[in-house]
């Protein structure tokens, strides 16, 4: 099975990772410049649950709820939520071919296997985005429960779809720093071989 799965992860290249990266970006760009800033804008300039990474509390919740307008109701739950059904997924492949390209890129650098797919820290690095897919479709499902309710959004909703966010967010951050870690570190080191080699030569 592990062999399989190798040959598999063999497939994720270059392309394959821009292509992902490409699909997810289009979609977060246009909830940046289109949804978003309208949603704001019809809840009196304040920001949007899918913004606020470090969660909110219920009073935060309550103002949004009771500020925004029957257009941004409209326009959170038939345009921004469905765009957000598409991005979790397309964002969490793109972190894992991510993730998978660094490994090579690191393992190619260092001329040694150092680092490889299934060792318990790749293991639980890959987990980090499909973590962080799966709870952003929990906070989704839980913004949708609290659009319903309105105004009237009993506090424990707030409080489980708060904590859906952090761990989202939490768990994203994490993916993103080991990431850009492994990327500091191989690009270092091969800057180191290179000066080497050049000095070898003369």
């Given at each position: 099975m592990?062999?399989?799965?190798?040959?598999?992860?063999?497939?994720?290249?270059?392309?394959?990772?821009?292509?992902?990266?490409?699909?997810?970006?289009?979609?977060?760009?246009?909830?940046?410049?289109?949804?978003?800033?309208?949603?704001?804008?019809?809840?009196?300039?304040?920001?949007?649950?899918?913004?606020?990474?470090?969660?909110?509390?219920?009073?935060?919740?309550?103002k949004f709820l009771s500020q925004l307008s029957e257009k941004g109701y409209k326009l959170y739950t038939h345009v921004q939520l469905p765009l957000d059904i598409l991005f979790p997924i397309l964002n969490g492949i793109t972190g894992l071919c991510t993730f998978i390209l660094l490994i090579r890129l690191y393992n190619k650098v260092k001329n040694k296997s150092d680092l490889y797919l299934f060792s318990p820290f790749s293991k639980a690095?890959?987990?980090?985005?499909?973590?962080?897919?799966?709870?952003?479709?929990?906070?989704?499902?839980?913004?949708?429960?609290?659009?319903?309710?309105?105004?009237?959004?009993?506090?424990?909703v707030v409080y489980v779809a708060d904590i859906f966010t952090?761990?989202?967010?939490?768990?994203?951050?994490?993916?993103?720093?080991?990431?850009?870690?492994?990327?500091?570190?191989?690009?270092v080191t091969w800057i180191r071989n290179r000066t080497k080699k050049e000095q070898i030569r003369g």
């Amino acid at each position: 099975m592990k062999n399989n799965l190798a040959k598999n992860l063999e497939k994720i290249t270059f392309k394959v990772w821009l292509l992902f990266l490409i699909l997810s970006q289009t979609i977060y760009i246009i909830m940046q410049t289109y949804t978003i800033p309208r949603i704001s804008d019809e809840a009196g300039g304040l920001l949007i649950f899918d913004m606020k990474p470090l969660g909110y509390t219920y009073e935060d919740a309550y103002k949004f709820l009771s500020q925004l307008s029957e257009k941004g109701y409209k326009l959170y739950t038939h345009v921004q939520l469905p765009l957000d059904i598409l991005f979790p997924i397309l964002n969490g492949i793109t972190g894992l071919c991510t993730f998978i390209l660094l490994i090579r890129l690191y393992n190619k650098v260092k001329n040694k296997s150092d680092l490889y797919l299934f060792s318990p820290f790749s293991k639980a690095t890959l987990t980090l985005p499909l973590i962080a897919m799966l709870f952003d479709y929990m906070e989704n499902m839980m913004i949708f429960v609290m659009l319903s309710y309105q105004s009237a959004v009993p506090k424990m909703v707030v409080y489980v779809a708060d904590i859906f966010t952090i761990i989202k967010s939490m768990s994203t951050s994490i993916f993103y720093i080991i990431s850009f870690i492994i990327f500091i570190i191989s690009c270092v080191t091969w800057i180191r071989n290179r000066t080497k080699k050049e000095q070898i030569r003369g």
